[in-house]
């Protein structure tokens, strides 16, 4: 076996991977500028990669590699993602009979305001959560009392 063919695989495998994943990001999250160079970019490698797929390897060994390759470059491409992902503002509308959890969700310094609703008892809840980690918190809450809600996601203007 050529050695130096099979690092060569396995790095444009896992290049290759990594770009792939972007361009799937860049197409859906990127404008139309970004999106095309991106795919421009995949597309070009993926012509050599192909190439590289009938290269003189045992078969069972270029499977290996591109599992390898995808598990490696999907993961990093995501974990990347995560880490670079800035918290939003979500806004939680519910729907709650009590006012106990009102009281729950302002005693953990949730901000929300409360409306009544003309029914007996029933309670709209609005709760603004700046972090992920607020927003656990106030579904944590939520489901306690057995709350109905929606949760959206504040856009870019």
């Given at each position: 076996?050529n050695?130096?063919?099979?690092?060569?695989?396995?790095?444009?495998?896992?290049v290759?991977?990594?770009?792939?994943?972007?361009?799937s990001l860049a197409?859906?999250?990127?404008?139309?500028?970004?999106?095309?160079?991106?795919?421009?970019v995949a597309?070009?490698?993926?012509?050599?990669?192909?190439?590289?797929t009938?290269?003189?390897l045992?078969?069972?060994?270029?499977?290996?590699?591109?599992?390898?390759a995808?598990?490696?470059?999907?993961?990093?491409?995501?974990?990347?993602?995560?880490?670079?992902r800035k918290?939003k503002?979500?806004?939680?509308?519910?729907?709650?009979?009590?006012?106990?959890?009102?009281?729950?969700?302002?005693?953990?310094?949730?901000?929300c305001?409360?409306?009544n609703?003309?029914k007996?008892?029933?309670?709209?809840?609005?709760c603004?959560?700046?972090?992920?980690?607020e927003?656990?918190k106030?579904k944590?809450?939520?489901?306690?009392?057995?709350?109905?809600?929606?949760?959206?996601?504040?856009?870019?203007?």
């Amino acid at each position: 076996m050529n050695e130096k063919l099979f690092i060569t695989f396995v790095i444009l495998n896992i290049v290759n991977v990594i770009i792939q994943t972007v361009k799937s990001l860049a197409t859906v999250k990127c404008g139309k500028t970004v999106a095309s160079i991106v795919n421009a970019v995949a597309y070009g490698l993926y012509t050599v990669v192909v190439v590289y797929t009938v290269c003189d390897l045992p078969l069972w060994l270029k499977v290996v590699v591109v599992g390898v390759a995808n598990l490696i470059g999907v993961y990093v491409v995501k974990l990347i993602e995560e880490k670079s992902r800035k918290d939003k503002l979500w806004k939680i509308e519910a729907t709650v009979n009590g006012i106990e959890c009102y009281e729950d969700l302002f005693m953990e310094n949730i901000s929300c305001n409360c409306l009544n609703t003309n029914k007996q008892g029933q309670f709209i809840i609005n709760c603004f959560c700046p972090t992920q980690k607020e927003s656990a918190k106030a579904k944590k809450i939520l489901d306690k009392h057995n709350a109905k809600y929606f949760v959206t996601e504040t856009k870019n203007l």
